[in-house]
């Protein structure tokens, strides 16, 4: 059993498991320790859905069947910002960025609540099974929509063929990926060259199991937007007839399409690969770009087996990649330790520190654009490729001939460097949208300008930011003049200005 952990490791830990730390979540890890708070937090209460919150605020309403995407991100960031589950909230962001569907070019009637209703489906499944969440996302509107299942039919014999796309992603990106993996993510060579998991055939084959499917518009009729929720429903005329082999595996032909979908899944999810293909990834987004092979592992066995014969527990899996000791402590040096915090996860720990708070809307815009805002905005990704790719090694860097993976680092340009701290100047200044920040707590402190910055360093370094560093921004927050509210507060914002646009901050150790 891990110890209690010192103010430091809380923190760090929270930024980890959630979007960050504050005075009180600090002093209750502290208290209960590691493995009470993620059980605590296994069993927190959902918060108004993305669905309903969205319902009640009118952007289903008619008059928003076209619009772009009206409310979306509102109801992201108030999840992102505001919900006390925050690991939930942690592993939806995870997910969408590895089962994604993306806004970014979805013209169809009802958008947002359809991709509002994607958010949930990922919040139902975050702490259930790797396979009910598989079937859940193959399932819903949204994917069906953005990876072109929905509509497939079976082949006509006049040139037509079951549409392949979702059936090549749901390999590819969603379970398996390209080559063969040991059980600690290292590839399998034959004849010196990778072992890949499929070829074309099999793309074909499972795309034949994938026909048939189509959007739940059978009721309730009328201006409605309800089917956007709804799983997807089979139409045995437009299913591919005959048995499909499956990596080794056949789907009888007797099998009709639902049976069909169901057995493809399951072949999936059974593959060897998964464990250490999720894992690695759900590692990359929790704790560190570029793991150990023996951590992998560890967080691989833990997917094939929660302990009690269960594969593929997700709540098993998070406690694995969260509590590993790789994820603990801190090795100087070591290659696997730390990761790129992308630009959401800034926003959003900087936006709880702030205790940034809305009348009620949340209108903090979409904020995918990189000259004056983020550059990466949740479920607006350019493709179904996400923000960045999870074996991006930067180029013209010591990580270059190491190999090193950093995919955040595909996010990080000139550009997006500037756009980020314009974005958190204006949030720490008036605010982003109807959302406003309370200062109330640095400026308490302003009059000490070196016991302000260490609070802000906790709050969102956990321990990594060095005391010279903070010593350094100490004294430039000690220039600015202190004695009347609007010096408190300037020193305040340039208290967190400054932390966030230091590099010790943005690498999460």
Same mark, same amino acid.
């Given at each position: 059993m891990l110890p209690l952990p010192s103010d430091a490791q809380a923190a760090r830990f929270l930024a980890q498991a959630g979007f960050g730390a504050s005075e009180a979540d600090i002093a209750t890890l502290k208290s209960i320790g590691y493995s009470s708070w993620l059980d605590l937090q296994f069993l927190a209460p959902r918060t108004e859905s993305h669905w309903d919150w969205l319902s009640r605020n009118g952007f289903a309403a008619e008059a928003n069947k076209y619009a772009y995407f009206d409310g979306l991100p509102n109801s992201v960031w108030r999840k992102f910002i505001s919900s006390p589950d925050q690991l939930r909230q942690r592993m939806v962001l995870a997910l969408s960025e590895i089962f994604v569907v993306s806004a970014v070019g979805n013209t169809l009637p009802w958008r947002t609540m359809m991709m509002g209703a994607y958010a949930d489906v990922l919040e139902e499944h975050a702490f259930g099974t790797f396979r009910g969440l598989l079937e859940a996302v193959t399932l819903s509107p949204a994917m069906g929509a953005f990876l072109a299942m929905r509509g497939s039919k079976k082949e006509d014999g006049k040139g037509r063929q079951p549409d392949e796309n979702f059936a090549r992603?749901?390999?590819?990106? #969603?379970?398996?990926?390209?080559?063969?993996?040991?059980?600690?993510?290292?590839?399998?060579?034959?004849?010196?060259?990778?072992?890949?998991?499929?070829?074309?055939?099999?793309?074909?084959?499972? %795309?034949?199991? #994938?026909?048939?499917?189509?959007?739940?518009?059978?009721?309730? @009729? /009328?201006?409605?937007?309800?089917?956007? +929720? +709804? &799983?997807?429903?089979?139409?045995?005329?437009?299913?591919?007839?005959?048995?499909?082999?499956?990596?080794?595996?056949?789907?009888?032909?007797?099998?009709?399409?639902?049976? %069909? $979908? +169901?057995?493809?899944? =399951?072949?999936?999810?059974?593959?060897?690969?998964?464990? &250490?293909?999720?894992?690695?990834?759900?590692?990359? *987004? #929790?704790?560190?770009?570029?793991?150990? @092979? @023996?951590?992998?592992? *560890?967080?691989?066995?833990?997917?094939? =087996?929660? /302990?009690? /014969?269960? *594969?593929?527990?997700?709540?098993?899996? !998070?406690? @694995?990649?969260?509590? =590993?000791?790789?994820? +603990? $402590?801190?090795?100087?040096?070591?290659?696997?330790?730390?990761? !790129? *915090?992308?630009?959401?996860?800034?926003?959003v720990q900087v936006a709880r520190a702030v205790q940034l708070s809305s009348a009620g809307l949340w209108t903090i815009p979409e904020t995918s654009d990189p000259e004056t805002r983020l550059g990466q905005s949740p479920f607006f990704s350019p493709s179904v490729f996400n923000f960045y790719r999870p074996g991006y090694v930067p180029p013209n860097s010591p990580m270059t001939a190491a190999g090193t993976t950093a995919p955040e680092f595909q996010l990080l340009n000139e550009v997006t460097v500037t756009g980020y701290l314009n974005f958190m100047q204006t949030l720490l200044t008036t605010g982003q949208g109807d959302a406003k920040p309370d200062l109330s707590a640095d400026m308490a402190l302003s009059a000490d300008p070196r016991a302000m910055v260490a609070r802000q360093a906790l709050l969102l370094g956990g321990g990594a930011i060095s005391d010279a560093t903070q010593q350094r921004i100490a004294a430039a927050v000690a220039t600015i003049a202190g004695t009347t509210d609007d010096g408190k507060l300037n020193r305040a914002r340039a208290g967190w200005m400054l932390l966030l646009a230091c590099p010790e901050y943005q690498i999460q150790k």
């Open positions: 992603e749901v390999m590819q990106l #969603f379970t398996i990926g390209l080559v063969q993996l040991n059980l600690d993510g290292s590839v399998q060579m034959a004849g010196g060259r990778p072992v890949e998991t499929y070829d074309l055939t099999t793309v074909t084959q499972l %795309a034949r199991a #994938f026909t048939g499917w189509n959007f739940d518009t059978s009721a309730p @009729a /009328g201006a409605d937007a309800g089917f956007m +929720r +709804r &799983p997807m429903v089979h139409n045995a005329a437009y299913f591919s007839d005959g048995a499909k082999t499956v990596l080794g595996s056949t789907i009888s032909a007797g099998a009709d399409g639902p049976a %069909a $979908l +169901r057995q493809a899944l =399951d072949i999936l999810a059974n593959h060897p690969n998964v464990g &250490p293909f999720f894992g690695r990834q759900l590692i990359q *987004r #929790f704790v560190c770009s570029n793991p150990s @092979a @023996a951590y992998v592992q *560890r967080v691989a066995q833990a997917f094939n =087996d929660n /302990g009690r /014969g269960v *594969r593929g527990d997700l709540k098993a899996v !998070l406690r @694995a990649v969260l509590l =590993d000791p790789e994820a +603990r $402590l801190i090795e100087p040096g070591a290659s696997h330790s730390g990761k !790129l *915090r992308e630009p959401v996860l800034r926003f």
